[in-house]
């Protein structure tokens, strides 16, 4: 099978079950908002380095969550790619979302309670991070424009990622040692 099909070179692409849309599509544009944030994911693991002091088997731990998030994304893109109406292949579910609440709550034990807001940055990986959260957060809001057409357990779990991602960063800013940067407000 050929990478390039043609198909799209006049500006549509297929949602799942074959239906011809237009690149720009809010469909489109949400699922492909979504693999962008699995994309920055996906760097964000490539910066998990030896600077960190991870707590016994955390490390493990900490990649295969990831790794199934980035799987879960391809879940909510199939759902997003499929026409209203039409059965989806790979449904969340409210477990799903369990499971982004129990390991916030894991990471958020281990770390000091936020007084003030926090910029991104420190460790290279904590700030790939927190741009992925920025970018779930854009897929958030192009799935509300789609609304009613969308399964609600979708808009639930992307507004979960990101405080998951948040999280994150948060805690391989912890294990780095990496100070957060807390926002200053200059009258």
């Known amino acids: 099978m050929r990478i390039y099909t043609r198909s799209g070179d006049k500006g549509t692409t297929s949602l799942i079950y074959g239906e011809r849309v237009p690149k720009n599509d809010l469909r489109v544009e949400a699922y492909g908002t979504c693999d962008e944030?699995?994309?920055?994911?996906?760097?964000?693991?490539?910066?998990?380095?030896?600077?960190?002091?991870?707590?016994?088997?955390?490390?493990?731990?900490?990649?295969?969550?990831?790794?199934?998030?980035?799987?879960?994304?391809?879940?909510?893109?199939?759902?997003?790619?499929?026409?209203e109406g039409k059965e989806v292949a790979w449904k969340l579910n409210t477990t799903d979302i369990m499971a982004l609440e129990q390991q916030i709550d894991g990471w958020d034990e281990k770390l000091?309670?936020?007084?003030?807001?926090?910029?991104?940055?420190?460790?290279?990986?904590?700030?790939?991070?927190?741009q992925?959260?920025?970018?779930?957060?854009?897929?958030?809001?192009?799935?509300v424009e789609l609304n009613a057409s969308v399964s609600s357990v979708v808009l639930i779990y992307l507004n979960?990622?990101?405080?998951?991602?948040?999280?994150?960063?948060?805690?391989?800013?912890?294990?780095?040692?990496?100070?957060?940067?807390?926002?200053?407000?200059?009258?």
């Open 37 to 83: 944030a699995n994309a920055v994911i996906g760097m964000a693991i490539s910066q998990l380095d030896q600077s960190l002091v991870w707590p016994e088997a955390e490390e493990a731990i900490f990649r295969s969550e990831m790794k199934r998030v980035q799987e879960l994304l391809f879940h909510v893109g199939s759902e997003l790619a499929t026409p």
């Open 112 to 130: 000091p309670p936020i007084r003030q807001f926090i910029l991104p940055g420190g460790h290279a990986a904590a700030a790939a991070f927190h």
């Open 132 to 143: 992925a959260r920025t970018v779930v957060r854009r897929a958030e809001r192009i799935v």
């Open 160 to 187: 979960r990622l990101s405080d998951y991602l948040f999280v994150a960063a948060r805690y391989i800013n912890h294990i780095s040692d990496q100070e957060e940067t807390l926002l200053q407000i200059h009258h």
